[in-house]
């Protein structure tokens, strides 16, 4: 735990779906074998024209100006997973302004591959957790950082996730275990059905959602759908909320390249949280899309201000 006073904020910068640039120039799509071979190729037709680097690299600026307490990186920040890529995203993790934590998402874990060497390499921002032992659990003074693993291979044309059972009870413990902080989750696949095509869906969304719902959460980040949506998980108000894409470049308001600045000031009764996107286009430059502000109350709250008041 760091040594934030009781009623100083924390700052998070939330981002995601940075999809970084090959580190270089890729083989025809004919030399991959697998479910890469039609990523490689829509890769080449789409994808690279649509997110460009300089736009990641001006939503990293942002991200420095506005000194966040935390960067949250709600993963694809590759194409295909390919271990140059994901020792490149290590770079930019390193990159990065402020204590980083990171879960990977579906493109970073196309195929079945060893973990040490791709979605591995970044373990120094996943709590040195390994591919069996998520989630982790990061604590930043007032504030719990629940990081899920939804990534799996799956078939061709599918980018479903899944957090499975293991991972749901693991959860549900580490939220109980931090019910007096504020607790915010991380996840890539967004745990409630409708934000992205079924074929993109996490299967277990409803026991994710339940799971989140009975032993509580303040707010659930997750990435996947290029949007910045504002939900709530299934069964409860406690918001899910949703981030453009870090490098997309698109003529779709909801969609063009941005961030989310999370600001959580503990309060006599529980947490203000307010939330601000922030996207970036060339001819408008950086507006801010989005500003919501929530009061949360926790019964707990009231209990800890008690025992911390000096004698
Ligand atoms: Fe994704």
Redesign the pocket.
Known sequence: MTGNSDTSPVVLAHL??VHLPPPAPLPSWRAFTNKRALSVASWKRHRVHRHRPELATIVREDIVAAAPDLVLNT??LTNFGLPEECAAAADWLASMPARTLVVP???DAMVRSNWPDHAGLWSKWMEDTDETSFPYCHIHGNVAVIGLNS?IPTPPFM?C?RIGKTQREKLAQLLDETKILCRVVMI??PPRAGL?PWR?SLLDHKAVATVIAQHGASIVLH????DATLATVPGSEIPLVGVPSASLLSSRPWRQSGWNRIAITPTQEGWTIDLQTRQFTSDVGWRCSRHRRWQQHSELRGQIMKANEPR
């Open positions: 995601s779906d993963g694809d998402g579906n493109h990534a980018a996730g890539h696949h992205v993109k990435g996947h759908s290029h």
